[in-house]
Each structure stands twice: as structure tokens, then as C-alpha cells.
């Protein structure tokens, strides 16, 4: 592919995707308002998040406070923001992770056929049979409530998305001419694997992975509401949302406003990745 | 065809066993002992070690399994170590709340979902098709327990029309019933409407953009039985799929949303029982539930196979 085409399919990318109109945009935004906003937390508030100030419990007054404290005087902005270190931390920690494993079964279990290929894929089909939340609790049982332990638990939950979608491309394109030609001129199978088969799955790939982030955080906000995941005192959203709870009556906003945060951040991945598959592979409009 | 059925039915059993072998051996490897967690510190050690031997806990890790599955069999699905009763009781109890919260806001989700999905696809678009799209974008990114949380404060605190928690069966007092179930129900079926409109409409999309659609308005079939009697049988087979995995949503949903409203049904029994480690209600729940899932996909995938001898042939 010569370089005037490549630009040629950047530009025929960015006009699609971002002629989907302003909600795109405005997700894009979104994105950027809470990666800054994780990034910053410890340079621009000054104060940590498990800071009290006694004096000041359930303050409102948005003069030393912008968003006022909860009930144990912590400052409220500050303590969304780390949460939003915690959400993208966890989402993008498990993504990549689940990508990396779903990617490579996926790959083995459509070019190797028989009993690998169907041990996986029965493997796959049993996980989907619990439901999410559910496998992610009893797995975090066994890898522990630290941030870490959360990013694999909910990784392994996202891997039979990443395997299904891999293992589908290879079946359809591994008896094309080129692989058949590859195999040919005495490539070795994992070199055909890896240049010619995974290449092809690099758009829904690209989309598989936005929606996983979005999923990631809802799954770990659940968690963590429920107590089985990220456990009090760490700022998680949903954390908060458990603990402000028990004050919706006279303080909604320490319950409402970081469950805000997670559907804004979820729906923006949603909507990014509808963009995406627009944009990359029109033919997967639906399939995804 | 014989041949199809009983391929299926075999990958679907050995599912199911990949399954308990996943759930039993989790909840043995995991450190702490649960006889000890209920019975508390004061408990002499003998009596702890009984209560052990009782539930056959001290034998080899393999004996347990086949007591636990040689159970299963005769409709023994163990004991509570928590509760101090069996599990069957447990589930005769909650099992009924789970399932009339969740199956009304099954049926409102497909009936919702399906509609808007074939508005939406027949208005391509228009201003509906992006309302209902941004709807359903907006309802598959909302957490479950934050959506509760906002109703019962719009509803039950601010409006106060309706009571803010709690459950009542609906044969005690009927309409106390509906006004508690209300918004769990609405809270559960939001999710599934989002992806039942989704997929309905893509596939009818697909479904009336076909030849033999065009071939049929070109008789002068009516509009509306060229959707209803054309498109929509064919348009719907995706979407029988999803409303098959709905189970799972529901189950898991419950969860969330049972934790919210305070409903004592199976979502709060199984939070509580995996962070007690109750082994018997874990194990023999998340097996139920999958079998469950797997059963709704083996109709579905059966049903398929009788209607569509192209997918007969392409799984055979």
C-alpha cells in the first residue's frame, strides 16, 4: 500500500467517524475530561482522598470544598477524581490482558482444528453460561480485592468476547488463496498466524477492546458496590456510590454523582466504539 | 437430524460439567474455613469438627465432588453452612421473589425492546430511530444499582409516590406488590431492552433490504404484512438468541438490583453466600443457573436446526 493511500484511508476514517455527529465528539470529550482529570488528581487537588477534616462532615459550601465533603469530612472532588484513576486503571489493565489471551485462543482454536479447538471453545461457552458479575465474584475470591487482582478477575470475564470474535475471522479466512500461498512458500504457522490471519481482525478487533473498557468499568463499579470488589477506604465509584447511599435522603449527591461518572465514561466507550466500527469496517454495523 | 440433536445435547452436558468443576474447585481452593466463619470463635473446636464431619467436609476433595454431584441427582443440593438449612428450602424461598421481579421485566423488555428496534428500523434515520438509538446507548452504559439508587430517590424520596425498598409477594397484597416492584423491574428490564433493540434493529435492517422483500412490495403486498408477515419471521432469529441468553441477565442483574431495593431473594443470597463462603449454596446455585443458560441455548440452537437445515448443516 503506497503512503498517498494510507493518508487517503486516515482521512476517509476520521471523516466517517467523526461525521457521526456531535455525540462522538462530545464522548471523545468526555474521555478526555476523566483520563485528565485521573492524571491530574494528585498535582492539581490539594488534598489526598483519604484526608478528613472533622469539622467539615457533609460540608457544601464550595468554598474550600468545589463539590463539599462526604460523611467522614473527605474531600468530595478529590476523591471522584482518584476514582477515576481507579475505573480507567482497572478497565484498561484488564482489557489489555483479556485481549492478549482472547486474541492468542482465539487464534489457536480457529487454525488448529479438533480437539484444542473445541476444548477451548467449550471452555469459552461454559464461562458464558455463569453470568458476569457472578464469575467475577468467585474468581475475586481467590485473587484478592487489590487493584490488580480486580483488573485480572474482570479481564478473565472479557477474554470469550475477544476468543469468539478471532476464532470466527480465522475460520472464514484461513482458506483463503494467500494463507494457502504463505503455507506455501514454507512459512511457518505461526508466522501465518501472527502476519496474515491477525492483521485481518484488527478492526473489530480495535472496537471488541473500546466496548471492553466501557464493560470493565461497569462490572467493576458493580463489584465494588456490592463489597466484593475494590473495598473501602480506595475511592472506587463504586465504593461511593454503597456509602452514599445510606445519606441519599439529605445528601443525594455523595450516592448519585459517581454513578454519573460511571455511565458517562461507559456510554462514551459505547459510543466511541459504534464510531469506530463504523468507521473502520461498515460491513460489521450490527455484528458487533 | 437424530445426529444433530444429540451432538448438541452432548456439548451442552459437557459445558455444564466444565462448569461445576470450575465452581467446586474455586470455592475449595480458597483459604478460610467456613464452618469456623458461621459457627464463630466461641464454638469449641469438637463442635466445629462435627459440624465438618456433617457436611462431609473433612473427606478427600474428589469424594466431595461426587457426593455433591451423586446429590445433585436426587434433588439433594446440600446445606447452608450459613443458614443452617438446606439449600433446596433456601431456593424454594427466594427462587419465586428472584423470578417475579425478573420475569415481568423479561416480558417488558422483549415486548419494549423488540417494538422500538422495528420502529427504529423502519424510520431509519428519522428523529425517532436516533431517539430510540440514544436511548438504548444510554441504557446499556447505566449501572443497574445507580439507576435504582436515582429512582428511589426520585420516586420514593422526592416524589414520594412510591415506597422506597422492600418486597411483598404479589398473593399476599397485590397492589403493595406492584408498587414495590415497580422499579426494580424497570431497573432490570433497562438493560436488556438495550441490547433486544440493538439487535432487533440491525437485523430487521438487514432483513428488508433483501430481494425477496423487494420482490414482494413489487406484487403490492400491503406494508404491513410485508413487515409483519415477511421480515419480521426472519429478522427475529437473531433476536430469539439474545432473548435465550437473557437468563443470565436476569440472574445477574438480580444481584445488583436486589441489593438495592433490599428484596431477600436469589441476587442477595449469593452475595452474601460467596463472601461467607457457603459452599453448597454456590456451587449448587451458579450450577442451576448455568444449566439453565445452557438449556435455553440447546432449545434455541435445536429449534434452529429444525427450522434452517443451512445451520443444521454448518454445526453438524
Known amino acids: 500500500m503506497s503512503s498517498r493511500d494510507k493518508t487517503g484511508n486516515l482521512r476517509q476514517f476520521l471523516r466517517v467517524f467523526f461525521g457521526r455527529g456531535i455525540l462522538v465528539q462530545l464522548s471523545l470529550g468526555i474521555i478526555l475530561v476523566f483520563v485528565l482529570a485521573a492524571l491530574l488528581a494528585p498535582v492539581v487537588m490539594p488534598y489526598t482522598p483519604f484526608e478528613q477534616d472533622l469539622t467539615q462532615l457533609f460540608a457544601e459550601s464550595p468554598a474550600k470544598h468545589l463539590l463539599g465533603t462526604d460523611n467522614i469530612g473527605r474531600d468530595f472532588l478529590t476523591r471522584l477524581m482518584y476514582g477515576a484513576q481507579i475505573s480507567l486503571f482497572t478497565s484498561l489493565v484488564s482489557s489489555i490482558w483479556a485481549g492478549v489471551v482472547g486474541i492468542a485462543l482465539g487464534l489457536i482454536a480457529g487454525y488448529f482444528e479438533g480437539f484444542i479447538s473445541s476444548a477451548i471453545m467449550r471452555l469459552m461457552d461454559a464461562q458464558l453460561s455463569i453470568p458476569a458479575l457472578i464469575f467475577s465474584m468467585v474468581l475475586a475470591m481467590v485473587l484478592g480485592q487489590s487493584l490488580l487482582g480486580m483488573a485480572i478477575v474482570i479481564g478473565v470475564g472479557a477474554i470469550p468476547g475477544y476468543t469468539r470474535m478471532v476464532y470466527g475471522m480465522v475460520l472464514s479466512l484461513k482458506n483463503n488463496d494467500y494463507v494457502t500461498a504463505a503455507l506455501l512458500v514454507g512459512q511457518r504457522e505461526s508466522m501465518v498466524l501472527l502476519k496474515h490471519l491477525l492483521p485481518n481482525c484488527f478492526a473489530p478487533l480495535i472496537v471488541i477492546f473500546t466496548m471492553s473498557l466501557g464493560m470493565a468499568i461497569m462490572v467493576e463499579a458493580g463489584l465494588a458496590y456490592l463489597g466484593v470488589g475494590i473495598v473501602a477506604p480506595t475511592p472506587a465509584w463504586g465504593v461511593m456510590v454503597s456509602e452514599g447511599y445510606k445519606y441519599l435522603t439529605l445528601y443525594p449527591r455523595l450516592a448519585i454523582l459517581p454513578g454519573l461518572c460511571v455511565m458517562l465514561v461507559v456510554v462514551a466507550f459505547n459510543i466511541v466504539g459504534d464510531g469506530l466500527r463504523d468507521a473502520l469496517d461498515p460491513r460489521l454495523r450490527g455484528k458487533l | ?316
Not at chain 2, 64 to 93: C, K, M, P
Not at chain 2, 105 to 114: C, K, P, R, T
Open chain 2, 1 to 316: 437430524m437424530i445426529n444433530f440433536i444429540l451432538k448438541r445435547v452432548l456439548i451442552s452436558l459437557l459445558v455444564v460439567f466444565l462448569v461445576s468443576l470450575f465452581v467446586f474447585s474455586i470455592m475449595h481452593v480458597l483459604p478460610g474455613d467456613p464452618v469456623r466463619l458461621a459457627m464463630g470463635f466461641e464454638a469449641t473446636e469438637e463442635d466445629v469438627q462435627r459440624v465438618r464431619e456433617e457436611l462431609n467436609l473433612t473427606k478427600p476433595l474428589v469424594d466431595q465432588y461426587f457426593l455433591w454431584i451423586g446429590g445433585l441427582f436426587r434433588g439433594n443440593f446440600g446445606n447452608s453452612i450459613v443458614f443452617h438449612r438446606t439449600v433446596a428450602d433456601l431456593l424454594s424461598e427466594r427462587l419465586p421473589r428472584t423470578i417475579n421481579l425478573g420475569v415481568p421485566a423479561m416480558v417488558l423488555a422483549v415486548i419494549v425492546g423488540v417494538g422500538f428496534g422495528i420502529i427504529s428500523a423502519l424510520k431509519r434515520g428519522k428523529w425517532m430511530d436516533q431517539l430510540i438509538t440514544l436511548i438504548s446507548t444510554l441504557g446499556a452504559g447505566t449501572p443497574q444499582f445507580w439507576l435504582g439508587i436515582v429512582c428511589i430517590y426520585t420516586f420514593a424520596i422526592g416524589l414520594k409516590v412510591l415506597p422506597m425498598q422492600g418486597y411483598t409477594a404479589p398473593q399476599t397484597d397485590f397492589p403493595l406488590f406492584l408498587q414495590k416492584a415497580v422499579m426494580p423491574i424497570f431497573c432490570m428490564a433497562v438493560v436488556m431492552f438495550a441490547s433486544l433493540a440493538r439487535q432487533t434493529r440491525s437485523s430487521m435492517l438487514e432483513v428488508i433490504n433483501q430481494d425477496y422483500i423487494r420482490t414482494a412490495r413489487a406484487y403490492g403486498i400491503s406494508e404491513f404484512s410485508l413487515i409483519f408477515r415477511h421480515a419480521l419471521k426472519n429478522a427475529l432469529i437473531p433476536v430469539i438468541t439474545i432473548i435465550g441468553m437473557q437468563a443470565r441477565v436476569v440472574i445477574g442483574g438480580s444481584l445488583l438490583v436486589e441489593q438495592v431495593f433490599n428484596v431477600a431473594g436469589i441476587g442477595t443470597m449469593l452475595t452474601s453466600a460467596i463472601s461467607n463462603r457457603d459452599y453448597f449454596v454456590v456451587q449448587s446455585c451458579v450450577l442451576i443457573i448455568s444449566l439453565f443458560t445452557v438449556a435455553a441455548n440447546l432449545v434455541v440452537d435445536i429449534l434452529y436446526g429444525v427450522i434452517d437445515p443451512h445451520i443444521r448443516e454448518s454445526r453438524n
